[in-house]
């Protein structure tokens, strides 16, 4: 390749990456900004951009990298859902996902194609917390607003989200905050990192989602796992600042809300878990109906005779009804090759990940979550993880190690 070309493929790569970034960083907050028709929301505006970054990259490489296992299973999971166009039940329904599914699923192809070094990867997980950080602001300021007040709310979320997800997206935040402020080297970002959990928390306790509140719950035993297996000692003085912090932001919120989180026993022993009971039990009536290849894309309230607003409130209930067994044995294949290339990581990295993944499993048991972006992203970043690991195991080993490091740019840049 001739110098210029290379040039620039370098500079087109560079401006791949900050849209990747700034689309990391959109993701959790994305419906609290959105532009109007035609544009959408501005995750979904940075993404098309991305995409469209992406193609005079590959046509400078002359060719995309070669595909893992995850992308094959993500590009034949799409293709099943397109061609369920051709025995759906709600056509409209289904033609509506398509775009919506290539729009989410795609940066799981994006990611891999763009990041190529550890450093690059954990800028992506920088982006996703301060995205996340900005959900929590933005539910702590709803909280505080006076239209609040004067309607006496019970939950407080970001503006445009459902409470639900906001606290689905802000526990995903706590165990990749945690792997930050171990292993970044500035002291700033190491501090705006474990901030982020307080104010996490206090966000999960004022949206007073019982299943967003179970979430956390597991998400910071995996970020205590972390930080014991990091550094015992300073663990706890962390625990016991978290604590402290904790059972002060506890006073702050409302009663009700604190009711209303008080309610989770009572709702996993004899409830109706919010009408969830109902909304599955329709489902599976849905099911046996078509078991092998289901209603068709988007088309689950449909099938199941529920109002057009309804949604599953259970990821794999969800893909099961629309997908049939077909399309569930492709959505677990690939959540389990997710699982594998976690796995294939090592130390923080793969204790911070696979609690990810665990807050992912756990709430997508009570939400439909195959259509968030978050969802996507996520699995972007663990299977590029996967990939770097075996390719580079030595400069993820400096980059997501833990240990205080001197010069390290310097060796991470001579592995290069």
């Not at 700033?188 to 307080?198: D, F, K, Q």
């Not at 569930?328 to 990295?349: H, K, N, P, Q, S």
């Amino acid at each position: 390749m001739k110098a210029g070309s290379r040039e620039q493929e370098v500079a087109v790569r560079r401006v791949c990456l900050g849209l990747l970034m700034l689309y990391s960083f959109a993701v959790p907050w994305e419906y609290s900004l959105d532009l109007g028709e035609p544009l959408g929301n501005v995750a979904r505006v940075l993404g098309l951009l991305l995409l469209l970054a992406v193609v005079p990259l590959v046509i400078w490489r002359w060719g995309i990298r070669r595909l893992g296992l995850v992308q094959w299973l993500v590009l034949g999971l799409y293709l099943y859902f397109a061609a369920s166009y051709f025995w759906t039940v709600d056509p409209v329904a289904t033609l509506d996902k398509m775009r919506a599914y290539f729009q989410v699923m795609m940066v799981v192809w994006i990611a891999w194609e763009v990041v190529e070094a550890p450093v690059e990867l954990r800028g992506m997980l920088r982006a996703v917390v301060l995205g996340c950080g900005v959900l929590a602001m933005m539910t702590i300021l709803s909280f505080l607003s006076a239209e609040a007040v004067a309607a006496e709310q019970v939950r407080f979320f970001a503006e445009g989200h459902d409470p639900n997800d906001v606290a689905r997206f802000l526990d995903l935040g706590f165990p990749l905050a945690t792997l930050l402020f171990a292993t970044e080297e500035r002291w700033g970002v190491r501090l705006a990192a474990i901030l982020y959990v307080p104010a996490g928390l206090l966000a999960v306790l004022l949206t007073a989602s019982r299943g967003g509140f179970s979430g956390a719950m597991v998400a910071l035993l995996g970020s205590a796992v972390l930080l014991v297996s990091w550094r015992p000692r300073a663990a706890s003085a962390v625990f016991a600042g978290l604590a402290v912090t904790a059972s002060t932001l506890w006073m702050f919120v409302p009663g009700e809300s604190l009711e209303r989180l008080a309610t989770i026993p009572q709702e996993v022993s004899g409830g109706d878990l919010n009408d969830r009971l109902g909304i599955w039990s329709a489902g599976w009536r849905a099911f046996v109906q078509a078991p092998w290849w289901g209603y068709g894309a988007g088309t689950y309230s449909t099938a199941a005779k529920l109002a057009p607003a309804d949604t599953a409130h259970n990821t794999v209930m969800a893909v099961m009804v629309m997908g049939g067994l077909a399309g569930l044995a492709l959505f677990l294949e690939t959540v389990a090759v997710i699982g594998v290339m976690v796995w294939r990581t090592a130390g923080l990295l793969r204790i911070a990940l696979g609690s990810v993944l665990a807050v992912w499993g756990m709430t997508s048991m009570v939400g439909s979550v195959e259509e968030n972006r978050m969802t996507w992203l996520l699995f972007a970043a663990m299977a590029v993880a996967g990939r770097l690991t075996a390719e580079r195991p030595y400069a993820m080993e400096q980059v997501f190690s833990g240990v205080e490091r001197i010069e390290l740019t310097a060796q991470v840049e001579a592995v290069r």
